[in-house]
């Protein structure tokens, strides 16, 4: 059903933020004057810049844009020059070399005229996509960050010849006007636009090495100067508020950002070492965080098999692998899936990563003593239907984890070791009775990430006897033509272009736990299991390099295939 849409005054009282007096007021000044209803009530005190927009964004279906703390990309400034901007109300927030796209902050988003100005200025193949923002939180990020040098070589070349007349910008925040704020700003934007999740900031004896991890492999950006490192770090620590004066001791600390339109977190973490202080910050971005259950690549017999094991009103399901395997984005997709209004899920997490709507999270806090095991037990006393505890590491949180699962919850929780099967024996190792673990154990999802190729280059080849060995080891002779990859600009010449799980799903069943209680061996299990239809990681891998997802130099870089090769 189509909401109602109000008129904006109608709607502002609707939503308390003025009186019916404050709206009559403000008509009869919009007669005198002309000015636009929430313009008006910006200039009378009625209401805040941000009610308004947000308000006009509701009525509007449209996304709205808070300038107060973006993260501005610097090409996307080169693509609207200053005057066009200022004259149209309009302000670039980011342009998307893959998308082909440039988000624009806009005080009236049908304004034909400015769209088709800024268009006419664009490649052909480029999209506007406008986002509402206020006018005058436009007018300022204009002289914010217009006339600046935002682009990381800019910057550096600004650092070490000094050649800017601060005279001749716009007055703005003394803060703004040191180019080490905007080359911190820089890399930050720059690391979140190519899809980064980690950024390391490691001093050496005589320079500064800026890494990424893309698609989870290390890549080098930036070697800088060690003289640039000591202010470097302090911004780091003055915006994740940590203690600047603190060099000794590993800190934490956390970073929030807009980078058009959408929030995205840094956790940060500083580690002394013999060369200075070493920092890295994790990229936690919402948008790429929460991945419909749909969306997780299983095949479409996997994917029942997973509802299947949803859908049990208790038990407890583990995810497991490695650091790095996406095992949260899988637990927050999950959750996502279950959560609605009938439904209490809490979750106990170190520490949470991504907020969800309706779902009770809660940290980890050392000083309140508040751990994994009694976060459990106190969470039991909430009225749980399902429980999330971000990791098995230690006998009583084990037993918390699966006591909560025999009383009626549904527990999810994750774990380290190298396959599903592979659970069984690490929980028998924690110190779990195999009686407790028959019966309520739901199932067990192992996984890691692979690279996939990218889909504008990767080169398709007919696969050698050795190819053939691993893809089809049942001696088939049929041809199979796979991808290697090549590497173009569109995925900065790396020839891999974003990532996606492999899994294996081990659910249980009566003759399982039987097993499972008489401490059967991981051989019988996986027997017993393969005649249900599991299939291991390995062959999950397969399955993505026959599709052309991937390729088979990918796969052996993640899992094990030398069985195959026997």
């Not at 939503?15 to 910006?42: H, M, N, P, T, Y």
């Not at 929460?290 to 509802?307: F, Y």
């Amino acid at each position: 059903m189509e909401r109602l849409k109000l008129p904006l005054g109608k709607l502002l009282v609707h939503k308390g933020v003025v009186g019916e007096d404050q709206l009559r007021i403000a008509l009869l000044e919009q007669k005198r004057s002309g000015e636009r209803l929430g313009r008006l009530f910006i200039r009378l005190g009625f209401a805040t810049e941000a009610t308004v927009r947000d308000a006009l964004s509701e009525n509007l279906d449209r996304q709205s844009a808070d300038l107060s703390r973006i993260a501005v990309d610097a090409a996307a400034l080169k693509l609207v020059p200053k005057e066009i901007a200022k004259r149209h109300r309009v302000f670039p927030l980011e342009f998307d070399l893959r998308l082909r796209t440039l988000t624009l902050a806009m005080s009236d988003t049908s304004n034909i005229v400015a769209l088709d100005r800024v268009n006419a200025m664009l490649d052909r193949d480029v999209a506007v996509v406008p986002l509402l923002a206020g006018e005058a939180e436009i007018l300022r990020a204009i002289d914010q960050y217009y006339g600046f040098e935002l682009s990381i070589d800019g910057i550096l070349h600004e650092i070490e010849t000094g050649e800017i007349d601060y005279r001749s910008l716009p007055a703005v925040s003394d803060e703004y006007s040191q180019p080490l704020v905007r080359l911190i700003d820089a890399l930050l934007a720059d690391a979140v636009r190519r899809g980064a999740s980690d950024i390391h900031f490691e001093p050496e004896q005589f320079f500064l090495r800026i890494r990424y991890r893309i698609d989870g492999v290390l890549r080098q950006i930036r070697s800088l100067h060690k003289t640039y490192w000591p202010a470097m770090a302090v911004r780091l620590k003055v915006m994740s508020r940590m203690n600047i004066a603190e060099t000794r001791a590993p800190q934490d600390g956390r970073i929030s950002l807009v980078f058009s339109a959408r929030p995205v977190d840094f956790r940060v973490a500083a580690q002394p070492t013999t060369h200075g202080e070493n920092i890295v910050l994790r990229i936690l971005d919402r948008q790429k965080g929460i991945v419909p259950l749909d969306g997780l690549g299983l095949s479409g017999d996997e994917l029942a098999r997973l509802k299947l094991m949803l859908a049990r009103p208790e038990g407890i399901v583990l995810v497991t692998g490695p650091t790095g395997s996406g095992k949260t984005t899988t637990l927050y997709s999950i959750l996502n899936h279950l959560n609605n209004e009938r439904v209490n899920i809490m979750t106990l997490e170190d520490p949470v990563e991504y907020p969800m709507a309706m779902i009770r999270q809660t940290s980890l806090n050392e000083a309140a003593k508040m751990d994994f095991a009694n976060g459990i037990r106190s969470m039991m006393r909430q009225d749980p239907d399902v429980i999330l505890v971000g990791e098995i590491r230690d006998a009583e949180t084990a037993q918390m984890a699966f006591r909560a699962a025999m009383t009626g919850h549904q527990v999810y929780s994750t774990l380290h070791t190298n396959s599903a099967i592979g659970a069984i024996p690490r929980l028998l190792d924690i110190g779990i009775l195999p009686d407790i673990m028959a019966g309520n154990i739901v199932g067990v999802i192992a996984q890691r990430l692979i690279r996939k190729l990218c889909p504008h280059c990767k080169s398709p080849f007919q696969a050698g006897d050795a190819e053939r060995r691993l893809l089809a080891p049942n001696g088939e002779t049929r041809d199979i033509v796979i991808h290697r990859a090549v590497g173009c600009e569109r995925c900065d010449h790396q020839g891999y272009q974003g990532r996606t799980a492999i899994m294996e799903l081990f659910k249980t069943d009566a003759d399982l736990d039987e097993l499972i209680a008489r401490r059967a061996t991981a051989r019988e299990l996986s027997g017993v299991a393969r005649s249900r239809g599991f299939r291991p990681l390995a062959e999950d891998a397969v399955r993505r390099v026959l599709d052309g997802t991937t390729s088979l130099e990918e796969i052996s870089r993640v899992v094990d295939l030398t069985s195959r090769a026997s």
